[in-house]
T-cell receptor, first 112, second 115 residues
């Protein structure tokens, strides 16, 4: 079945550091890929998405590129802020109903 | 635009008791999902509705869990009887239409503790 694997956390960074969270997937067919973020005390929210190979999703300074050859969708941000402290989930869907398969999540802690 | 509303936010019960969670999706969203998120894990889909019909309930433990979506709007998820391993956050999400597959709007969740 479909699955998503993310790097384990927590990832602890200083403000203005470069952030990378690795995500790889296994899927039948051609999935759409997503990053969701959960800030403390809030619900999950969509951060960015990519629907086909070589697409780049971007939002709030975050980027991720759909790499079919390596089945990856790594999340990056060039300069993190304390407000980026959250849990980040990589996810995919392969069906038209949009059923999402999530990774286990990666906690990111940014210190001043 | 109002978001997805869920209640209660927190619930503590003893094992073998029952519990119900309520969800009101974003107005006009035809698709509604219930996910279970166990601490340290990603959300797992329990059931998906399209309007008031079930699209996928393959991972719903039907011997103890039930869900309904009357009139294609609000939804309730019930657990009876609860087990210790049901301790989790129950997330409700809705989606506007199939053209935006995977773009889900989540509520804040209902945290269940089973003692």
């Amino acid at each position: 079945g479909d699955s998503v694997t993310q790097m384990e956390g927590p990832v602890t960074l200083s403000e203005e550091a470069f952030l990378t969270i690795n995500c790889t997937y296994t899927a039948t067919g051609y999935p759409s890929l997503f990053w969701y973020v959960q800030y403390p005390g809030e619900g999950l929210q969509l951060l960015l998405k990519a629907t086909k190979a070589d697409d780049k999703g971007s939002n709030k300074g975050f980027e991720a590129t759909y790499r079919k050859e390596t089945t990856s969708f790594h999340l990056e941000k060039g300069s993190v802020q304390v407000s980026d402290s959250a849990v980040y989930f990589c996810a995919l869907t392969t069906d038209s109903w949009g059923k999402l398969q999530f990774g286990a999540g990666t906690q990111v802690v940014v210190t001043p | 635009e109002a978001g997805v509303a869920q209640s209660p936010r927190y619930k503590i019960i003893e094992k073998r008791q029952s519990v119900a969670f309520w969800c009101n999706p974003i107005s006009g969203h035809a698709t509604l999902y219930w996910y279970q998120q166990i601490l340290g894990q990603g959300p797992k889909l329990l059931i998906q509705f399209q309007n008031n019909g079930v699209v996928d309930d393959s991972q719903l433990p039907k011997d103890r869990f039930s869900a309904e979506r009357l009139k294609g709007v609000d939804s309730t998820l019930k657990i009876q009887p609860a087990k210790l391993e049901d301790s989790a956050v129950y997330l409700c999400a809705s989606s506007p239409d199939a053209r935006r597959a995977g773009e889900l709007f989540f509520g804040e969740g209902s945290r269940l503790t089973v003692l």
